[in-house]
T-cell receptor, first 108, second 115 residues
Framework: AQRVTQPEKLLSVFKGAPVELKCNYS??????LFWYVQYSRQRLQLLLR??SRESIKGFTADLNKGETSFHLKKPFAQEEDSAMYYC??????????FGGGTRLMVKP | DGGITQSPKYLFRKEGQNVTLSCEQN?????MYWYRQDPGQGLRLIYY???????QKGDIAEGYSVSREKKESFPLTVTSAQKNPTAFYLC??????????????FGPGTRLTVL
């Protein structure tokens, strides 16, 4: 069975500090991973996907198959990054399994 | 901000009643999904439909039912058999193309409270 774990429910950092939101997964196949974000009073939306190897809003995420991790990183956090972040794993049937989420608070 | 709409935004239900949550999309997507969002548990899949007139149970389907009579509509009924229905419900859609890693687009959600 596939599983996604986000060990931190809350992560609080100061503006300008680096931030890393952790995500670990278990999956027997080749994983396809995503980060979704939900800003206050907005819909849940895709932030970035592993397959695109992109940087969105300064965030990057690297898939580490050896450690089965897909941590989300940003070198300098901004106040507007404060949101709920979900890591998600896609299976071959287009189904997503979500982690429990991490609330990021960026303090001024 | 169209795409996917859900109604109502807030819904109150008495114990023993069935209620139906609406989800409509104008994105012409084939696949639609219902999730339940609880604090600390992320999103859990209730039901999904990959094509009209077909749907499958997700991880927590007990106490819920769905229909998919039209491509743009995927209503969810929360029945009296659902033991803990108070939650935030999210609907999503996507366009599977045979190559996965497709983005799912989410609605604004419905907050259901059982009184």
């Amino acid at each position: 069975a596939q599983r996604v774990t986000q060990p931190e429910k809350l992560l609080s950092v100061f503006k300008g500090a680096p931030v890393e939101l952790k995500c670990n997964y278990s999956y027997s196949g080749s994983p396809e991973l995503f980060w979704y974000v939900q800003y206050s009073r907005q819909r849940l939306q895709l932030l970035l996907r592993h397959i695109s190897r992109e940087s969105i809003k300064g965030f990057t995420a690297d898939l580490n198959k050896g450690e089965t991790s897909f941590h989300l990183k940003k070198p300098f956090a901004q106040e507007e990054d404060s949101a709920m972040y979900y890591c998600a794993l896609e299976n071959a049937g287009n189904m997503l399994t979500f982690g429990g989420g991490t609330r990021l608070m960026v303090k001024p | 901000d169209g795409g996917i709409t859900q109604s109502p935004k807030y819904l109150f239900r008495k114990e023993g009643q069935n209620v139906t949550l609406s989800c409509e999309q104008n994105l012409n997507h084939d696949a639609m999904y219902w999730y339940r969002q609880d604090p600390g548990q992320g999103l859990r899949l209730i039901y999904y439909s990959q094509i009209v007139n077909d749907f499958q149970k997700g991880d927590i389907a007990e106490g819920y039912s769905v229909s998919r009579e039209k491509k743009e509509s995927f209503p969810l009924t929360v029945t009296s058999a659902q033991k803990n229905p108070t939650a935030f419900y999210l609907c999503a859609s996507s366009e599977p193309s045979g190559v996965y890693h497709n983005e799912q687009f989410f609605g604004p959600g419905t907050r259901l409270t059982v009184l």
